[in-house]
């Protein structure tokens, strides 16, 4: 079964540093999408950033980065220029590109990222 | 503007009511779910419904019930909860064809509290 952890509970970092959130998962297959999803206090799920695993090149989206090592199983999040807006609980998330009849995205416990002014 | 709306966005009840949680997606997807969301908790992915097909989850208790008479539209009906119930009600929906998928789309969720 595949499994996602996020190591830290909790992260802070002063407004406008870069920081890094950690992700790691454990999986049998070779074709699979990683995310990562962020959770204000709104409760609203946002999709932050996508990678599909067969893509060696990283996905960026604008403030938003991944370092994906395939091999290691280790799929993290750089957030550049961190802005106040981005204080939220952020999930890395698992999902198979194979469609089979218990389809599901898994996710880790997440991290909550504290934003410092 | 989210393309997956639920309602209620808060919800009280007692162990003895029944009551249902409703979930409407625009997105034109194929797929939609329902995640359990509580405190220290990871998500729960409680059921799935993909191309129409429901696909069960055996740990979820038969006090939820869930429904989705179309591919639009998805009701969890829960009745004689328990106050360990009580948590976030999140309903996603995605599209799933020729066996790749697509990230999810969430709703605001349902604050459900139990009493």
Known sequence: ?117 | ETGVTQTPRHLVMGMTNKKSLKCEQHLGHNAMYWYKQSAKKPLELMFVYSLEERVENNSVPSRFSPECPNSSHLFLHLHTLQPEDSALYLCASSQVQGGTGTEAFFGQGTRLTVV
């Open chain 1, 1 to 117: 079964a595949q499994t996602v952890t996020q190591s830290q509970p909790e992260m802070s970092v002063q407004e406008a540093e870069t920081v890094t959130l950690s992700c790691t998962y454990d999986t049998s297959e070779s074709d699979y999408y990683l995310f990562w999803y962020k959770q204000p206090p709104s409760r609203q799920m946002i999709l932050v950033i996508r990678q599909e695993a067969y893509k060696q090149q990283n996905a960026t989206e604008n403030r938003f980065s991944v370092n994906f090592q395939k091999a290691a199983k280790s799929f993290s999040l750089k957030i550049s220029d961190s802005q106040l807006g981005d204080a939220a609980m952020y999930f890395c998330a698992y999902r198979s590109a194979r469609m089979n009849r218990d389809d599901k995205i898994i996710f880790g416990k997440g991290t909550r990222l504290h934003i410092l002014p």
